[in-house]
């Protein structure tokens, strides 16, 4: 019901920079937009929808391109709403929630992190659990997953 | 016949030695060794060790009842497998921080690193030569005992602020601060409380303080001096509701983070050495010393030695109480210790110079002499 | 030398040139051959140093291996102190130890604050690599001499993280290991174990 | 002057590091640094089967291990499109909220030793043991359980563990008596902890801070009310409030919980008395028990009618608010998991609640946040 609704006014908010809004079980929906609509869409979300919570912020490699979810809480309604963009795997960009949502921040440094997705206008845009100066995002398909002794055993054969 | 002191006892002592010295040696030479002089050199010596071993073998005792007790608030048992009962852990945990590597930071100031624990341990111990433990201890040849033990009490935060600031440790600097203003604002009202006592007893010496008080314990009549006296006692040993400079939550292990070995060790001796003073100045001050209630039947109290036996089990009783408030309490923060201090423990403090003055101008007036004078 | 001399040898002829000069080059004495019981008739100079070795070496034959390096090392043994340091998982049964249940104090052992008052660092959980170089300066801080254990399998030997990116593999690529205790985590009672095995080691210990 | 307090800090309560900005004693500015523990637990479910998962989910947060099966288990089910038995369902809110109250113990015992109080730590520490006794009963394990696992829990309660359960629940709210006799009795801990951290709502709800910090701001928000899963809806139980946003406050909504969480077990007791039956669902994909991934023609026909999906589960954790993404590609292994950690976001708001305190204030401050640096990390 309230995901017909909020599908008719993104729908007439944004136009065609809303791609869709997928139903999910036990959430109103998982909204698909544009990465170029994202600071508006927060703050509209935010100011007119009452989705006032940022609950995680997370980025997923699908290996040809990159995803980023949001998922927010409304107190007014009580219950979540799933977004989720995609981006390009070589550059993947997007503006930055946390003026919207300050409690991003953390969110956001860790998506960078593991995920290497760059957003744009974050305050202080470092690695938060690898230490600085590491050269991978580890959660891309491409950084391999190794038992210790393999790589020992590779070390000495190189 | 002149009561026997500790000094006396190290004089016969000495005496006994030279004189066997001297039976092994020549004629001419046994008379220089028992010459009295000679004999009065050692026997200093000889006092000097003797208050030595009986106070850190107290200290270590009051380390063992203290785990044992705090053990027990916590629902626990303490040390138990050293020696009996673990009587014998804390020798093992000095004999351990004696063999132990000392080491000083590079950037550390090396004479106030090495000096501040050392002197701090040496000004510990010396208080005790001036402790009257039992009638006679010393012949009140030196009529101003009590200033004397407070004015060597109150050289603590010169050395603990000497070690914060040799440490070059930002944690040991904030606990030298917090230890010095902390001893800075108690030293006054413990003074002031001390005056009532003086104004109550008429004197500065121990002996006589506590010979006053043969007749009614002084906390009777300066209960206020005496709770401005214990809370003052537990912010100058730094233990918990006032541990501030030692905070194990914020500041690693506070003053002494940067020391380890035997260093570390002098400083926990030299804690637990003016604890145990801080339980015998409120035991001679307040609680009578070693006299006894007239109710207490004469078979407990006319063994020998039954004053310093008398004397201990009060000390450790008032050292049990300190337990147990650290057992008890959380820990204040260092604004409201400092606004206790001022704004709370000095007008108490006044308050009861001005009870004693009312009760000594009591004892003046016959018509009001509900308190019985004293020496008749 | 030939014989043992009875009196101050005078300078030999050779030396008294360089004794004019007034760099005399002490008597030559031969201490292998001096009797311990003529130890007045030496100069005072070397009465000194005679001393020294022969109590020291008395005190090394007798006293230090029967009575000093026991006592120490019971000492040592009785009182370990570990680092108050949780990591991971296992610091929780670590703490537990200490708790009103299996109370550790028992045994004296006692958790410091400080690395420098510590005598034992029970690493109790997962290291990474980004916590190792602490890890190894905690272990330096530590004043001589000292302990380690790996509590768990993650400081064993990288437990169920063990393929991971971050993960150390084993603290015993950091630091050298005295004890190894396994379990995920380890039971309170099997760290009591750990220490109380730590014990018997430093009791075997011959140094 | 800037203080490290960390990595190794008795304050801390694990691996972090709190970088201070002090002008003499008061704070100025601060700045959390995370990461230490960080291990991985995203990267090596991807190359784990979801039951395997569960493994993981017991370490990444340590003193909550079964609100995160939980947590990892309703996203897993969500994904694979796979119904537990509703005894099942029981047994795994008794759990969450014994170890609610096991969680909040253990929080208890840190948070007084920040204080400087020694004897609720060893009180805590104890009582802690008797639910950790409880698990041990039917898990075998005292923190790391592995019990839940996807349509149901591994096995039922073994014969007697209800009688034994409320036993210990009736001698728990005995000890909060004294527990509250302990702290809220002690003026030193009152001087201490009013109006200390205090947060308030709007700034609360901003920086997305969840949890007994949220509802002890005065913002009625509890999962478990709000969205009820599992079972939830159907036992009675109050969500605490204070709105004093200060340290006190969270003391007064953690204590309140642990009796509110007796009082599910209880009705979750007498529920699971009345009904026995099955506590593991029929109909289950048939490798999801397996410990290797069939391989061969086999794999290829169950991959075909493998369902795939997303998976989003939330739990009101006792830290707070946790949330957990599954993307089931339809392969033996998730693709992707995102968890949500409570805890990172509440120590990230220390920048807004620590700033005008002082040092000494920050043990407390952060004692009343409940760090759990596993599931922060990760």
């Known amino acids: 019901m309230r995901g017909v609704e909020l599908s008719a006014a993104l729908a007439a908010r944004f136009g065609d920079k809303f791609l869709g809004l997928d139903p999910f079980p036990g959430l109103v929906g998982r909204v698909r937009f544009d990465p170029s609509v994202a600071r508006a869409l927060f703050e509209y979300l935010r100011d007119e929808q009452g989705f006032v919570h940022l609950t995680m912020v997370g980025g997923i490699d699908w290996v040809d391109h990159r995803e980023v979810f949001y998922t927010l809480w409304s107190d007014r309604d009580r219950t979540y709403l799933q977004l989720s963009a995609d981006l390009p795997a070589d550059h993947p960009t997007i503006a930055s929630a946390v003026p919207v949502w300050p409690g991003a921040n953390a969110h956001e440094r860790e998506a960078w992190d593991l995920v290497g997705i760059r957003f744009e206008g974050h305050p202080d845009l470092r690695r938060i659990f690898m230490p600085e100066g590491y050269e991978f995002h580890p959660l891309l398909r491409s950084f391999p997953i190794h038992e210790p002794e393999e790589l020992e055993v590779k070390a000495r054969s190189d | 016949m002149a009561p026997m002191t500790l000094f006396s006892v190290a004089d016969a002592i000495a005496a006994a030695l030279l004189g066997l010295l001297g039976r092994l040696l020549p004629a001419g030479a046994a008379h220089a060794v028992t010459a009295p002089d000679v004999v009065l050199g050692l026997a200093t010596v000889v006092f000097a060790a003797i208050l030595l071993a009986a106070s850190m073998l107290n200290t270590i005792l009051l380390i063992w009842y203290e785990r044992k007790l705090l053990g027990r608030f916590m629902d626990r048992r303490g040390a138990m497998h050293v020696g009996f009962a673990g009587l014998l852990q804390n020798f093992a945990d000095g004999l351990k921080l004696f063999r132990k590597d000392t080491v000083r930071p590079r950037e550390a100031d090396s004479l106030g690193f090495w000096a501040s624990p050392t002197a701090y341990m040496i000004t510990s111990l010396l208080i005790f030569g001036v402790l009257p433990i039992s009638t006679g201890w010393n012949d009140g040849s030196l009529p101003l005992t009590l200033l004397l033990a407070l004015v060597i009490f109150s050289f603590a935060p010169l050395f603990i602020f000497l070690g914060a600031w040799a440490s070059n440790n930002k944690y040991s600097l904030i606990g030298g601060m917090r230890s010095a203003a902390q001893m800075i604002a108690y030293e006054v009202p413990i003074l002031l409380a001390v005056v009532a006592v003086v104004v109550l007893s008429g004197s500065f010496d121990l002996t006589t303080i506590v010979n006053e008080q043969r007749n009614y314990w002084f906390w009777a009549p300066l209960f206020l001096a005496l709770i401005v006296f214990v809370a003052g006692m537990l912010a100058e040993m730094e233990r918990i509701p006032f541990d501030l400079p030692e905070a194990e939550a914020e500041l690693v292990e506070g003053w002494n983070t940067e020391y380890g070995g035997m260093l570390f060790a002098f400083f926990m001796l030299a804690d637990y050495l003016r604890a145990l003073v801080g339980s015998i100045l409120v035991v001679l001050l307040f609680l009578g010393g070693w006299t006894w209630p007239s109710y207490v039947p004469s078979a407990l109290t006319s063994f020998p030695l039954a004053g310093i036996v008398w004397f201990m089990v009060k000390t450790y009783l008032v050292f049990g109480l300190f337990v147990w408030v650290r057992a008890a309490l959380p820990r204040v923060r260092t604004d409201q210790l400092l606004r206790l201090g001022w704004m709370r423990m000095v007008p108490l403090a006044l308050l009861s110079i001005v009870l004693a003055a009312v009760v000594v101008a009591a004892r003046c007036l016959p018509v009001l002499g509900c308190i019985p004078s004293i020496g008749g | 030398m030939s014989a043992p001399p009875q009196t101050v040898p005078a300078p030999a002829p050779a030396a008294a040139p360089a004794a004019a000069g007034g760099d005399a080059p002490l008597p030559v004495v031969d201490q292998a051959a001096v009797p311990f019981f003529e130890i007045e008739t030496l100069r005072a100079r070397e009465f000194i140093p005679a001393a020294k070795e022969a109590l020291t070496s008395l005190l090394k034959e007798k006293a230090e291996g029967n009575v000093i390096r026991p006592v120490f090392n019971w000492a040592g043994r009785n009182s370990l102190f570990p680092l108050h340091w949780g990591l991971a998982c296992c610091a929780i049964e670590f703490a537990a130890a200490f708790g009103a249940r299996w109370d550790a104090e028992r045994f004296g052992v006692v958790p410091r604050s400080s690395p420098r008052q510590c005598d034992l660092l029970i690493v109790n959980g997962t290291v990474t690599w980004k916590v190792a170089h602490k890890l190894i300066t905690l272990y330096e801080q530590m004043p001589e001499p000292k302990w380690a254990i790996a509590m768990g399998n993650c400081a064993t030997g990288g437990g169920p993280f063990r393929t991971a990116y971050s993960v150390v593999p084993g603290v015993d690529k950091l630091i050298p290991v005295d004890v190894y205790i396994a379990g995920c985590p380890p039971r309170p009672e099997n760290m009591l174990d750990g220490v109380l095995r730590l014990e018997q080691l430093i009791k075997e210990r011959r140094d | ?378």
């Open chain 4, 1 to 378: 002057m800037w203080i490290n307090m960390g990595p190794q800090h008795p304050m801390t309560h694990g691996l972090w590091n709190l970088r201070v900005r002090v002008e003499g004693e008061v704070i100025r500015d601060v700045e959390p640094e995370m990461g230490f523990l960080h291990r991985g637990i995203e990267k090596i479910s991807e190359n784990r089967h979801y039951n395997e998962v569960i493994t993981l989910m017991d370490r990444c947060c340590y003193v909550a291990g079964m609100s995160w099966e939980q947590l990892f288990i309703q996203a897993s089910e969500q994904a694979l499109k796979v119904t537990p038995p509703a005894r099942a369902e029981y047994l795994r809110v008794l759990s969450a909220e014994l170890q609610r109250i096991a969680s909040h113990l253990m929080w208890y015992a840190a948070f007084v030793q920040d204080l400087g109080l020694m004897t609720p730590f060893l009180y805590g520490m104890r009582d802690r043991d008797l639910v950790l006794d409880l698990f041990q009963s039917y898990t075998g394990a005292r923190m790391t359980y592995e019990y839940m696992r996807v349509g149901g829990v591994r096995n039922d309660a073994p014969h007697g563990f209800t009688d034994q359960c409320r036993k210990v629940l009736d001698w728990l709210l005995a000890r909060f008596v004294e527990y509250d006799q302990l702290c809220l009795g002690s003026t030193i801990f009152r001087k201490r902890c009013d109006d200390l951290g205090v947060l308030k709502a709007p700034e609360a709800v901003a920086y997305g801070v969840t949890g007994p910090m949220l509802r002890s701001a005065g913002v009625r928000r509890d999962l478990r009310k709000d969205r009820p899963y599992s079972v939830y809806d159907q036992v009675e139980f109050d969500v605490p409030v204070t709105d004093t946003a200060d340290v006190t406050g969270r003391y007064l909504v953690r204590m309140e919980e642990m009796r509110q969480s007796v009082r599910i077990c209880r009705q979750c007791l007498d529920w699971l008395d009345r009904n026995p039956g099955p506590v593991l669902a029929d109909h289950l994909p048939r490798w999801l028990g397996a410990p290797y991934a069939p391989v061969g023609r086999e794999a290829y026909l169950l991959k075909r009618n493998y369902p795939t999906g997303l998976g989003f589960s939330m739990v009101e954790e006792p830290h707070g608010e946790a949330g957990a993404y599954v993307v089931n590609d339809g392969g033996e292994h998730p693709y992707r998991v995102k968890f949500r950690s409570p805890v990172l976001i509440n120590i990230w708001a220390a920048k807004r609640y620590l700033p005008g305190y002082r040092i000494a204030d920050i043990p407390p401050i952060m004692g009343s946040v409940d760090v759990c640096v596993g599931e922060c990390d990760r």
